[in-house]
Each structure stands twice: as structure tokens, then as C-alpha cells.
């Protein structure tokens, strides 16, 4: 569980290699002292944008722009995965 001034970041498929590979916890605690866009967190793991299609806020389907809270749960999902899936997970609609 994150802490007050962490989040607590989890990442699938390929992110998940990547996060491996750079040696990174699963789930990794990040320091988040405010509020902040879900694209700040991207910037601060050196992730570009563009392999991130959905960001997971506590369970919760969100956007770039939706804010991120100290204590907060975050899950990061890459393109591709398989179309039922994402609509069932909510971050795409029929």
C-alpha cells in the first residue's frame, strides 16, 4: 500500500518488461507529495506517452490528464491488448 506522499504504480505486458528491466519493484512506490496529471507520472519514469494507452487510478479507467493523489493506486496498460478486453476493463467504449 502507497504511502501518504507515494503512489503505488503497477505496469502490464511490455511495461511490465520495462519496469523489470530497469530494475524497478512490482508494484514500484513512487514519491507524490500533490495532486498531479497521470502524463506527469509518465515524465517521471521516462515512459513516453505514446506506450501508454490506458492509465489505470484505483481501479478507474482515466485519462492523460486525470489527476493522480498521494496514495494513490496506478496501473499502467500498453496498446494491444485484445479488443474484448477493452471494453470490459472500460477504456473503450462499444
Given at each position: 500500500?502507497?504511502?501518504?506522499?507515494?503512489i503505488?504504480?503497477?505496469?502490464?505486458?511490455?511495461?511490465?518488461?520495462?519496469?523489470?528491466?530497469?530494475?524497478?519493484?512490482?508494484?514500484?512506490?513512487?514519491?507524490?507529495?500533490e495532486?498531479?496529471?497521470?502524463d506527469?507520472?509518465?515524465?517521471?519514469?521516462?515512459?513516453?506517452?505514446?506506450?501508454v494507452?490506458?492509465?489505470?487510478?484505483?481501479?478507474?479507467?482515466?485519462?492523460?490528464?486525470?489527476l493522480?493523489?498521494?496514495?494513490?493506486?496506478?496501473?499502467?496498460?500498453?496498446p494491444?491488448?485484445?479488443?474484448?478486453?477493452?471494453?470490459?476493463?472500460?477504456?473503450?467504449?462499444?
Amino acid at each position: 500500500m502507497a504511502g501518504e506522499h507515494q503512489i503505488e504504480v503497477r505496469a502490464f505486458s511490455f511495461l511490465h518488461e520495462l519496469f523489470a528491466s530497469r530494475g524497478w519493484s512490482q508494484p514500484l512506490e513512487v514519491e507524490w507529495s500533490e495532486p498531479a496529471p497521470a502524463d506527469r507520472l509518465l515524465e517521471k519514469l521516462g515512459i513516453p506517452a505514446e506506450e501508454v494507452e490506458t492509465v489505470f487510478i484505483n481501479g478507474r479507467a482515466r485519462h492523460a490528464d486525470d489527476l493522480i493523489n498521494p496514495g494513490d493506486r496506478v496501473a499502467l496498460v500498453p496498446p494491444g491488448t485484445p479488443g474484448p478486453y477493452r471494453v470490459l476493463l472500460g477504456f473503450r467504449k462499444v
